[in-house]
């Protein structure tokens, strides 16, 4: 997250993140510590990852905070997700206030699913922009 802040607070410019998996929760958690200029994210399948425990020696459960997002964002949801399910989706993008991409049966979308460039996903941040 400090490289992330660092990065942010590089500019005075606005930034749309862009974050898939793993990324889409150290975005939130950021977005829940700090101020920045941000004006959206996309967040490509984050994985549910709640009451799992970190391989760290507190043992504490990994608890992704739920409190609307200060910007505008976009949660991208796959409805054949290992990591998540689609209720879970759904969960998320409420309660961060996202607006909610069914992206269909499209694994966790990565490249172990098959994809390569995504027309689709620069179509939303050139939406986002």
């Known amino acids: ?46 994985p549910y990852i709640d009451g799992l425990k970190p391989d760290d020696p507190s043992d504490m ?24 399910t689609f209720a879970q989706f759904e969960q998320f993008a409420e309660d961060w206030g996202a607006e909610l991409v069914d992206a269909g049966d499209v694994g966790h979308l990565d490249t172990a699913s098959g994809f390569g460039p995504w027309p689709d996903g620069e179509r939303l941040v050139s939406e986002l922009g």
């Open 1 to 46: 997250m400090t490289a992330l802040h660092a990065v942010v607070s590089e500019s005075d410019e606005p930034a749309v993140l862009i974050a898939h998996s793993g990324g889409c929760i150290t975005t939130v958690v950021w977005a829940a510590n700090h101020v920045g200029p941000v004006s959206a994210a996309l967040l490509v399948t984050p």
């Open 61 to 84: 459960p990994w608890v992704v905070p739920r409190s609307r997002l200060p910007f505008r964002a976009v949660v991208v949801a796959s409805r054949t997700d290992p990591y998540t």
